[in-house]
C-alpha cells in the first residue's frame, strides 16, 4: 500500500514480541538503516526499538527517531513531519540528514552554492539559467527542464518532485495504533484547502 509522500508499508519486522510495518523513506532516512544489495531494508528491527522511545519534536508522538545533524542537539522527528511545508528545517537528500529549525543556518552555511550542478544534465556552467529549488536545493538549467522554462523565474521555484509533495494532498499523522499483531502508523488523508 502506498501513502502519500512517504511511500510504502514495508513488513512486517519483527522487534522483540510484536510485528511493525514501516514506511518506505520513514525507514530510509533513520539512522543505522540501509539497503543491501539486494535491496532489502537492514536494521529496521534495531531502530524501530530506538525509535519507538523518541517524542517527535513536531507532533509530539512517538517513534519520532530522525534526529538533528548538529551533534548535541535532541531534536528528533518523524520523516513525514518534516515534509510539513510550515516547518523550517532542511533536508540533506544526499547525508539522509535533517538540520532542526534552529539549526537551518548550520546547512546553509555548509551548502557549496559555486559548485551546484544540474540535476538533469550533471554539468555546472550557465550560471544565470542554472535555477535552485527552493525546497530541497537542488539546481537545474532552465532548458534542462521538462517542459523546459523560457526564463529564469522571478518568484520562489520548486523542482517537480519538491511541487508535487507541497501541492499533493496533506496527511496527517496520527498517533500510532497498537494491536497484537503488529505496530501500524495511521493516516488520516485531509484536502488541502
Given at each position: ?82 515534509l ?11 547525508g539522509?540528514?535533517?538540520y532542526c ?11 557549496e552554492?559555486?559548485?551546484?550542478m544540474?540535476k ?33 523565474p ?29 505496530l ?5 488523508l485531509?484536502?488541502?484547502?
Open positions: 500500500r502506498v501513502h502519500g509522500d512517504v511511500g510504502p508499508f514495508y513488513g512486517p519486522f519483527k522487534a522483540k514480541t510484536q510485528q511493525y510495518y514501516v514506511h518506505e523513506l520513514c525507514a530510509i532516512w533513520t539512522p543505522q538503516v540501509y539497503l543491501d544489495e539486494d535491496n532489502k531494508l537492514k536494521n529496521v528491527q534495531k531502530e524501530l526499538l530506538r525509535s519507538k522511545k523518541m517524542y517527535c519534536s513536531i507532533c509530539g508522538c512517538l517513534g519520532g527517531g530522525l534526529g538533528c545533524k548538529i551533534k548535541n542537539c535532541r531534536k528528533t522527528y518523524h520523516f513525514r513531519c518534516l510539513d511545508e510550515n516547518i523550517d528545517c532542511r533536508l540533506d537528500f544526499k539522509f540528514t535533517v529549525p534552529e539549526h537551518v543556518q548550520e546547512y546553509d552555511k555548509t551548502r552554492y559555486d559548485k551546484i544540474c538533469a544534465c550533471q554539468q555546472g556552467h550557465d550560471d544565470d539559467n542554472l535555477i535552485l529549488c527552493d525546497i530541497c536545493d537542488e539546481g537545474y538549467h532552465i532548458y534542462c527542464l521538462e517542459p523546459k522554462l523560457s526564463k529564469v522571478e518568484e520562489d521555484w520548486l523542482c517537480n518532485l519538491c511541487d508535487i509533495r507541497k501541492t499533493a494532498v496533506s496527511y496527517t499523522h496520527l498517533r500510532a495504533h497498537e494491536t497484537p499483531e503488529h501500524v502508523c495511521r493516516l488520516l485531509e484536502k488541502k484547502k
